[in-house]
């Protein structure tokens, strides 16, 4: 589905310092092709910080920035999970009336006195099945009061995606690895080589689903958004090419929460290798440890594909369900990051659609955050981010999580002191050399009952649905897992959001 989006526009409130510190302010709008005021800016601290805005509907997360001389107004979604810049031309198919129209706009290199061919191998397919390929260029990039000039980014002349992206991952995972082998210096490392920052890493703080901000921070921390501690795990490298492509942390515990009891869940799979992505709306587990986490809250599990391959739906009330599930990294000592139930129930349909038949009969329809997939590694997108402030570490190969301060209104940016430095105010997990398997037989499921507890809402459910059964049920019994090759199917059949912005293949 998709939808005129809403952005942000921003006032500036600046506050004189020691340092001069600027912070911008954004409310909603619809979405125009007008210019929009920059939202990123260039701290005296040596730290550069980008307000990005939440688009529900569409998925992801979005930035303004411009390209070209003169500059080119452009919104682009911010990717952890990829790692080029990229930009739709304007003559590109998709961006025509008759297409799906580029709403955040669109770039023509006619129009531009800084554009420079480096050549014509840009290519890039992502799981979804949509695609870009054009040109490599050069150009001017300027990201609030931040110019950067030259920066190397793909200009998609065929595509059938109607917005660009800003991948800042590792340079190894550079769609032009697969063509040229060669690597050029993407976004957050010209960033350090030009000086705006001391080291290759960044913080992300995506606020809650209802919020329409959240921010990413180039070179630095800041501890008014995060409680308690922050601890660092390491980043571990792709089992095939032995090297840091993309960030692959270790989940290794995964607890069910609820008014009536909690669950350790189980999963062949532990330690679980997740990538931390926030390209992606959803998150994807194995199809043990999913089904469990289905079975724990009810889901009911909408086949939509000959092969079996469905969503899993759930009652939109139990967004105000208290139950939560603690997903644990590094072993014993290590982060510890609480989701709650009201981040993991998205609207499914526009319209007010309702189960017809079953348990929960009468009432709305939503989509449930957490999914199954099967693969060698799995995904944790915006369901999981949004609860955790996340450091990226790209320097030291580290990440460090906390839990984060929802809806903060205050600031305390620490930066990295130097190229190198470790991520300031943290510690390391002190198990994580020495990890176990993790639970290996099925919970009992005594927090069930509390997370289909609808009382709150006036409402009460008498179960779960006969897809994922009641408490004696094996939950192996459920539809089969997701694959890669099937996303596609599924969000053609139910209009599902973004799906790995960074997890792509290569032509």
């Not at 660009?164 to 060669?182: D, F, K, P």
């Not at 942390?249 to 909690?262: D, I, R, Y």
């Not at 939560?324 to 998205?346: A, C, H, N, R």
């Amino acid at each position: 589905m998709r939808n005129l989006a809403s952005l942000a526009t921003g006032s500036l409130l600046a506050s004189a310092a020691s340092a001069q510190v600027v912070q911008w302010n954004i409310e909603k709008r619809e979405h125009t092709t007008a210019d929009a005021p920059p939202r990123l800016t260039r701290r005296a601290d040596g730290t550069v910080v980008e307000v990005i805005s939440n688009e529900k509907m569409r998925g992801g997360y979005f930035a303004s920035c411009s390209v070209g001389t003169p500059a080119q107004q452009i919104t682009l979604q911010l990717d952890t999970g990829s790692s080029d810049i990229w930009v739709p031309a304007s003559t590109a198919d998709v961006c025509q009336p008759n297409g799906q129209g580029c709403a955040l706009g669109s770039y023509d290199a006619n129009e531009s006195s800084s554009a420079s061919l480096v050549n014509e191998n840009f290519e890039i397919a992502y799981v979804d099945g949509s695609s870009s390929s054009g040109d490599y260029i050069t150009e001017t990039f300027t990201i609030g009061d931040v110019e950067l000039t030259n920066m190397t980014m793909g200009l998609g002349l065929q595509t059938d995606i109607a917005y660009g992206l800003v991948g800042v991952g590792y340079a190894l995972n550079e769609a032009s690895v697969s063509h040229t082998r060669e690597i050029y210096p993407n976004l957050p490392v010209v960033m350090r080589d030009e000086g705006h920052i001391k080291s290759n890493a960044y913080s992300l703080w995506l606020n809650d689903l209802g919020a329409s901000k959240g921010n990413i921070l180039f070179g630095g921390i800041d501890t008014d958004k995060y409680t308690g501690d922050l601890i660092r795990v390491n980043i571990q490298e792709d089992p095939s090419s032995q090297r840091f492509t993309s960030f692959i942390v270790q989940l290794t515990s995964l607890e069910a929460h609820s008014s009536t009891g909690e669950d350790a869940l189980s999963s062949s799979s532990f330690p679980v290798p997740v990538v931390l992505d926030s390209g992606t709306t959803f998150s994807y587990l194995p199809q043990d440890l999913a089904a469990e986490v289905w079975k724990e809250v009810g889901v009911d599990y909408e086949v939509v594909g000959n092969d079996g391959t469905g969503a899993p739906l759930i009652p939109c009330a139990l967004s105000n369900n208290n139950g939560y599930f603690s997903f644990g990294f590094g072993g014993t000592g290590g982060p510890v990051i609480k989701v709650g139930m009201d981040e993991l129930i998205f609207p499914l349909f526009q319209d007010d659609v309702k189960f017809t038949s079953g348990p929960y009969k009468g009432q709305s329809i939503c989509q449930f955050g957490i999914q199954n997939l099967t693969g060698s590694h799995f995904l944790l997108g915006d369901t999981f981010l949004r609860s955790a402030y996340v450091v990226y570490d790209l320097e030291n190969n580290e990440i460090a999580l906390a839990p984060t301060d929802f809806n903060a209104t205050s600031s305390n940016i620490v930066p990295f002191p130097s190229q190198s430095a470790t991520i300031p105010s943290s510690t390391a997990a002190p198990s994580q050399n020495s990890l176990g398997s993790g639970p290996n037989s099925e919970p009992d499921y005594k927090a069930q009952k509390g997370f289909m507890d609808l009382s709150s809402t006036g409402t009460s459910s008498s179960g779960s649905s006969s897809s994922t059964g009641g408490g004696d049920d094996n939950a192996a019994s459920l539809p089969p897992a997701l694959d890669l090759a099937q996303i596609a199917v599924m969000g053609a059949s139910m209009g599902l959001m973004i799906f790995g912005g960074g997890m792509f293949l290569l032509f």
